[in-house]
């Protein structure tokens, strides 16, 4: 079976607690390369940009200003099947409902402060990497 890449980031909740390491040890646990890696702070415009797809929902205000709160690391994951399994790795969106051992059973605040982001699907996968990287930065 090919590789697969996913994008992931770990949010500000994750970041500011200095659960960045623990979170990216969770990857590499689950057989995930970082081929890509860096901190940055994003605006609100690249938040907005981000979460477009759920501008019309009631959480977009307090989701976006939460992505703008602090720093967030963003990361390139690859492996077998590494979509499926980072959103294994992940657990469910709610942290109440997450299985044990997943990172946002282990981490998250709550269902808005949830720790990680994880792309969903190939395409989604492949548009977030390229919103954040360029070619260059990804070393496998
Ligand atoms: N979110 C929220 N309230 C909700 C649902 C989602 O604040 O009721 C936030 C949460 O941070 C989540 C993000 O919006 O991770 C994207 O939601 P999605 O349903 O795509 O969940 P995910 O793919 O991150 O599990």
Excluded: C, W
Aim: aromatic residues 8%; proline residues 4%.
């Amino acid at each position: 079976m090919a590789l697969e890449r996913t994008f992931s980031i770990i949010k500000p909740d994750a970041t500011k607690r200095n659960l960045t390491g623990a979170i990216a040890a969770k990857f590499e646990e689950a057989g995930l390369r970082i081929v890509a890696s860096k901190r940055i702070q994003l605006t609100l415009a690249q938040a907005q940009a981000f979460y477009g797809v759920h501008k019309d929902r009631p959480f977009f205000g307090e989701l976006t200003e939460f992505m703008i709160s602090e720093p967030i690391v963003v990361q390139v994951l690859e492996g077998e099947n590494a979509i499926a399994k980072n959103r294994e790795v992940m657990g469910a969106t709610n942290p109440a409902e997450a299985a044990e051992g997943t990172i946002r059973k282990e981490y998250a605040l709550s269902i808005g402060e949830n720790s990680v982001h994880g792309s969903d699907a190939p395409e989604t996968a492949a548009e977030e990497i390229a919103f954040f990287f360029s070619g260059l930065e990804l070393v496998g």
